[in-house]
């Protein structure tokens, strides 16, 4: 909370220090469009919470400047006069609405509001002696000093979120796999009790239907995070291609292991909830839940020393996840116990990504941005 | 073609879309009234007021929504008005205390995601461009009544095109069909295009991201359809591509994995070809049946992928059954 206040504290103080020297700079210039200088400033200034997304929105901003500056010169400079002036400042006007559903695609918001813009303008300035050419000229140096003194302000008053912000990231998809994986679990012991005390047949159905529908809409909802925030974290890495190839593919691990559980859920229940016939058939079944009760509770360690950054920690209890993941392994093969087979298969899966995540280079690179 | 669908899925609310009229009607009404309205200095300022003056309409009723809009419209011109006068006298430390303010304001506002701050934001627009505008010599003639005039206008056609689209969003209804059964295509064709793999990492990183995002729009579309058996269908539907799609066969013997491959690819090629192509749907159901293995010859997976598999085609099967009796039924109707 304290982290988001401080954030908060130093976009309002970026915003207010580069719009008010924008102003002076363009009251000191006083040029007839000197307004479009604090006017780039304080769109750029929105939105942004590190001076990397600043740099990004800067980008996406020139880009879109010079291209409504060549979209809207060119209308101007074809077909001047006031009519087709009229016409094209409805078409980009309607356009500008249009383009703010591509969120991730902000040039091409600016693109059309500055060719709305310049149509408006030019019908505003029609009679004076400001030309299309000069309207054009002034905005496109202007955009350029308004953007680079809201990136200097931001550079000087925001923190470098970046490493604070991947580490949040990682932590919150961490804790989104392990609340899958106990949702499955708890479920798959209550039905196997439930079972125990009825008969195999009276699975709650139901009960089972609106926890594949929430871990589906779980699994919705982080692939639309990884969809909206991938572009802003190939800026935010934009120095640093292969710690992004490595949060994207971390991402990608975590996606695969909650489709994972999600596919464990249905293989697990099957066995779990089968008709016991003898003692030895008694004797396995409770061996394989202890032993799966095991694994559950070391998934959960390793993933929590990875959020705490452990990685020795996390390494060791990886290690005993092997172990016990060996000995279901020799009970269902000593056993013979086919419905088994593909819950193994996952649980082999899961295993090989938890090594790749305590392994993997996202733990190196976010220990080391703590310590330092 | 494309272009659309891709804008449907950007829009799946149809919020833009129910903007972009209303932002297109009201500045076509303030272009005709430009035209038909006796000229003055101010006249320009209209279209401002009518390009920037809509703000996002929030699910309220009507009276509520429109007393909103007045309200912001009140505050926009009073911002417009006020800062054309401090340029034209040149007002300079004043312009730079109230724009810095309403700026500081419109991020603190942003943050807390609070309604008033579309209207926060184009106050402080209006601040820097019609102060700088108020400084140039066309502005030095307007009077305080024209602008009032032009003001006018401009809020009556941001009023008109709320009250003519009234809604804050639109459904798309069978164009949102069209959209999950193109993503649907485009997922299937991936990974039939795709070389065989045992873990999705096998795959280039890109076609892992394309894969991601079409699994990601096709689930978004499902919250977006209304009839609940349809949805229910779709979901069925999805839940089980994408099952199939990252089914775990890294680190399992060659046929194995051959076996998941190739049930896989003709899986998808029946799922496209029964919603896609609309094929002859029984014979499809009959060769699947026939390459159905039982439990002892496919010891690898316990039968479970099949089972799956067999799940996924019927679940399709039984999508395009219901399309066509829904066709049929409103044929008739």
Redesign the interface.
């Given at each position: 909370m304290q982290i988001i206040s401080k954030v908060l504290y130093r976009q309002i103080l970026t915003m207010a220090v580069s719009v008010a020297i924008a102003l002076c700079i363009s009251f000191y210039l006083s040029k007839e469009q000197s307004f479009w200088l604090p006017l780039t400033t304080f769109c750029v200034s929105l939105y942004i919470s590190t001076p990397v997304t600043a740099l990004r929105r800067t980008v996406h901003r020139i880009l879109g400047s010079i291209y409504g500056v060549l979209l809207a010169g060119s209308v101007i400079l074809i077909w001047p006069n006031l009519y087709t002036s009229l016409f094209f400042l409805i078409l980009f006007a309607g356009l500008t609405l249009w383009s703010r559903a591509f969120v991730s695609l902000y040039y091409l918001f600016v693109c059309f509001m500055t060719a709305s813009v310049i149509m408006l303008l030019s019908i505003l300035m029609a009679g004076t002696n400001l030309t299309p050419d000069y309207l054009i000229t002034e905005r496109l140096i202007f955009t350029l000093s308004g953007a680079l003194i809201s990136l200097f302000c931001s550079f000087i008053f925001m923190p470098p979120l970046e490493s604070l912000d991947i580490l949040k990231t990682y932590r919150h998809y961490l804790t989104r796999f392990i609340l899958d994986y106990t949702a499955v679990f708890n479920e798959i012991t209550n039905s196997s009790s439930r079972t125990n005390c009825t008969s195999p047949n009276s699975i709650n159905t139901t009960h089972d239907n609106i926890t594949s529908k929430k871990l589906l809409k779980e699994l919705h909802a982080s692939s639309v995070a990884y969809a909206e925030k991938m572009p802003i974290w190939k800026w935010q890495l934009f120095f640093n291609q292969f710690i992004y190839q490595s949060l994207a593919k971390y991402l990608h691990r975590i996606y695969n292991m909650r489709i994972l559980t999600s596919l464990l859920h249905s293989s697990l229940k099957s066995f779990l909830v089968q008709e016991l016939k003898s003692s030895q058939d008694l004797y396995n079944h409770q061996m394989v839940q202890k032993l799966l009760q095991k694994n559950f509770i070391t998934t959960k360690h390793i993933i929590h020393k990875l959020e705490a950054l452990k990685r020795v920690d996390a390494t060791q209890a990886l290690a005993e996840l092997q172990k016990n993941n060996k000995e279901l392994d020799q009970i269902v093969l000593l056993n013979n116990i086919t419905e088994l087979k593909t819950s193994i298969i996952i649980i082999h899966e899961l295993e090989n990504e938890l090594e790749h995540l305590v392994s993997g280079p996202m733990q190196h690179y976010l220990y080391l941005q703590q310590n330092n | 073609m494309l272009g659309f669908i891709n804008?449907i899925r950007?829009?799946l609310e149809g919020v833009?879309?129910a903007?972009?009229l209303?932002?297109?009607i009201s500045?076509?009404v303030a272009?005709i009234l430009?035209?038909v309205t006796p000229s003055t200095n101010a006249s320009?300022y209209m279209?401002?007021i009518a390009?920037y003056g809509l703000r996002s309409l929030t699910p309220l009723p009507l009276l509520k929504r429109m007393i909103h809009l007045l309200f912001s419209l009140i505050l926009l011109c009073s911002t417009l008005i006020g800062a054309i006068i401090l340029g034209q006298k040149e007002q300079?430390l004043l312009?730079?205390i109230f724009?810095?303010i309403f700026?500081?304001w419109?991020?603190?506002l942003?943050?807390r995601k609070n309604h008033f701050a579309g209207t926060m934001?184009f106050m402080?627009?209006f601040m820097?461009?019609n102060?700088?505008?108020g400084?140039?010599?066309?502005a030095q003639s307007i009077t305080i009544n024209d602008l009032l005039y032009s003001c006018l206008l401009g809020s009556s056609c941001v009023l008109i095109a709320a009250l003519v689209v009234p809604v804050v969003n639109f459904h798309w209804c069978l164009l949102i069909n069209h959209c999950f059964y193109h993503d649907l295509k485009l997922l299937c064709r991936y990974i039939l295009k795709a070389p065989d793999y045992g873990?999705?990492?096998e795959l280039p990183?890109k076609t892992?991201?394309q894969l991601?995002?079409l699994?990601?729009s096709l689930?978004?579309i499902?919250?977006h359809v209304k009839s609940p058996v349809r949805q229910q269908l779709y979901?069925d539907l999805?839940?089980g591509l994408?099952?199939i799609i990252?089914?775990?066969?890294?680190?399992?013997d060659k046929n194995h994995l051959i076996t998941v491959n190739r049930l896989r690819r003709k899986a998808l090629q029946n799922i496209i070809d029964i919603l896609i192509y609309h094929k002859n749907i029984e014979p499809c159901l009959e060769q699947l049946s026939y390459e159905k293995p039982s439990?002892v010859f496919d010891?690898?997976?316990?039968g479970?992928?099949t089972k799956h598999i067999d799940k996924v085609v019927t679940d399709a099967l039984y999508l395009s059954k219901w399309e066509q009796l829904n066709t049929k039924k409103q044929e008739r109707i």
């Open positions: - | 804008y950007h829009d833009y879309t903007e972009l209303r932002g297109s500045m076509l272009c430009l035209l320009a279209l401002i390009l300079y312009a730079v724009s810095t700026s500081a419109t991020v603190y942003l943050d934001m402080s627009v820097i461009v102060f700088g505008m400084q140039t010599e066309v873990s999705q990492y990183l892992r991201d991601l995002k699994e990601s689930l978004n499902l919250n979901q999805t839940k994408i099952l990252f089914w775990p066969s890294a680190h399992t439990t010891p690898f997976c316990n479970e992928f």
